[in-house]
């Protein structure tokens, strides 16, 4: 080598040399590790900082979410209100041992024993998030529940740090049952189910207090991959992996002391039921759950207490008896109809309602073709007027009033009155003259006839005899309710407004002796939060038990020979009233037994923009739809039903008033009925008569002078009316003046 090379070689030597100086300098084994020190005391400051600076946030509002749960008298399942969140949230004490054991075997089973987090797993989750790897990574429950419960799903390096913190101070705070009762309540089951309570319905049918322990292991293995897990449509992989799971879950509870090996040996995979559909509120479902928020409310819970959801509502409809009302409306009504191609079938709607009479509970309740389809429960709507199943009240507040007639004769059901049709009222500042059915005059009927054919001079007469004010009040104790309720004599024919549900209540108070029954639909309402007082069903007398059991006598002739024959069968004592409201628009049926009130209405509502009140002359090509006909025979199908073929229970009345009179009663009639006698005691004709009156019916629109009747009131009108099948006005009638129908 020349002198030149050497001297080359010797520098580099020399700058390798002051290199690795100068690095010794810097980077001595003292000097890393004070720096891997400063860098730990950094991080646990800056973990310090985060620590105090993260507080425990207020739950996030989807976490708070419950569906409320509507179910029949027996405990079925119902419905389930349309939240966004399919839950209920349960206390951990409902939620069996075994259970919680599981879920704690599957998912963490230190989890009594560990500080809330997992820093191992915390970490390997953190750097999946900064590799893009997602969610891949361990968690404790603890830290599982503060990611559904307080903070989101988002995978952010931020929401897993501000977890670890949560998670640890959640822990110090909280007792172990607490947070895992949290956890078992915010999680995602699959089949839309978030929570313990909803999962146990979704897989196995049951409540969660009901779950056994290898259901249980099910459910807790199926929170690895919810979808992939589920048995009913789950691949054969996805069907071995969660039966491996469910048993790597129940060995994990044998070695943690939770579970006998000998009762794991004997278990078997607990296979779920199919999914099914969660209720929704079409067909009669949305009515019920309609009527018993409307009960709730008036009771005090407020919409916004009832759209947090979280309340369990059992109602009192016994479920066998609904599905009977519903049978019985489209056996005796639907299948009779043709909505597609009848323009008056189109219009024709049907509502109901069934009360226990000893306890007021709604028991059955029909409230249209479908909530969903149309929206205004018939059984609850007050828009259409009662007819004449409100003479039994003018009758019975002449019982309690001890009425006497213009004679001086006390009211009674023997007590004889002027049948003549057309007879201006006597003793009436109104002047007042309705007809009756097919203009018919009787000869001095009686009271109990009067019922029977319910005879409108009759009662017209007695509404007088007893003041219009005092059968109001009577009409209210029992029951009806002061809309466009006029204290005239034209009250008698059911000129005010009311519901099946309000007339349900008045004849189930007539049913029990006039102690007063108001219909009530919810038996109880849960909720961990608040609670509410429940409807008292059965009051304090509304009448006499003699006044009540009187007319009770009066309505059983009416089933048995009046205008409600059509409820007449041998397989049951029942009573009962017909009644067609003005023009036709309206026919109802009230009636009883001593078990069981029901009443059923048709209503005529225009299937135009708006609606409107429309005759249902012609229904199902039957003429009139009196309250004897649809009505009478879905009751009467309806009740034999729900008694279970019949009932051997008869009236218990006391006290009846048979009334005097100084007349004595003929069975003669005007010549026109003799000479045309009707082939049944129903209530009108299959066709309109030729006569210029508005029904040929029982009710007929007042003689009354208009310069004594408001124009504003159709409930007094002048004797000028129009036949029901024809939709135009009369010569000289006015707006809003139509005639009445009763019976």
Known sequence: MGRADARRAQGREARRAARGGVIRRFF??????????????????????????????????????????YKYSDGTLLARSNSEVNREIVDIGTVPKGVQHAFVAAENKSFYRDQGVDLKGTTRGLLNTLSGKGKQGGSTITQQYVKNYYLTQDQTVSRKLKELVISLKVDQ????????????????????????????????????????????????????????????????????????????????????????????????????????????????TGYLVEAANDEMK???????????????ITLNIDRKRQKQ??????KQLEDQLDRKDSKVDATVQAGATSVDPKTGKVVALYGGVGATEHYISNATRQDYQPASTFKPLVLASALENGSVTQDGDLIGLDTVYDGTSKRPVVGSDTPFAPQNEDDRSYDSPTVRTAMDKSINSVFAQMVVDVTPSAVKKTALDLGVPDKNFPERP????????????????VYATLDNHGKKVTPTIVKSAEHRDRTMEPVDGVGGQAISRASADTVTQALTDVVDVGSGHEANTSAYDAAGKTGTSENNKAAWFAGYTPELTTVVALY???????????????????????????????????????????????????????GESSVTESPSVTPSETDEPSETPSE????????????????SPPAETPSETPSGDPSESPSATKDPDDGDQPPGERPGSDGLLGQ
């Open 684 to 699: 009108e004709p299959e066709t309109p008569t030729e006569s210029p009156s508005e029904t040929a019916g029982e009710e």
């Open 298 to 312: 008036r009771q005090g819970i407020t919409d916004e207490m009832l759209d947090a959801g979280g309340w369990t």
């Open 173 to 284: 705070r909280m007792k172990k049952d607490d947070i895992l009762a949290g956890y078992l309540n915010t999680v995602y089951y699959g089949r839309g189910a978030s929570g313990i309570q909803a999962a146990a319905q979704a897989y196995y049918g049951v409540d969660a207090k009901d779950l056994d322990t290898s259901q249980g292991a099910y459910l807790a293995a199926l929170l690895q991959a919810p979808s992939q897990y589920d048995w009913a449509v789950a691949s054969e992989r996805g069907k071995k992996l969660v039966k491996d799971r469910w048993a790597y879950t129940l060995n994990n509870m044998v070695d943690e002391g939770w579970l006998d090996r000998a009762e794991r040996d004997k278990m078997t995979f607990p296979v779920p039921d199919a999914p099914k559909a969660a209720p929704g509120m079409d067909g009669q």
């Open 604 to 658: 005529g509502e225009s299937t135009k923009d708006g609606g409107g009140q429309v005759s249902l002359t012609g229904t199902a090509n039957s003429g009139r739809a009196n309250g004897g006909g649809f009505p009478a025979k879905i009751w009467a199908d309806y009740t034999l039903g729900a008694l279970g073929g019949g009932s051997d229970a008869t009236f218990d009345l006391e006290g009846v008033e048979r």
């Open 28 to 69: 001595t084994w003292r000097k890393m590790l004070g720096t891997f020190f400063g860098l730990c005391l950094l991080v646990m400051g800056a973990f310090a900082a985060l620590y105090v600076y993260v507080d425990v946030p207020e739950a996030n509002a989807q976490a708070q979410k419950q569906s409320n749960v």
């Open 490 to 505: 034209a009250i008698t024919l059911g000129t005010m407004n009311a519901s099946t549900w309000d007339m349900a209540g």
């Open 325 to 330: 009302l519903e049978k019985s409306v489209d």
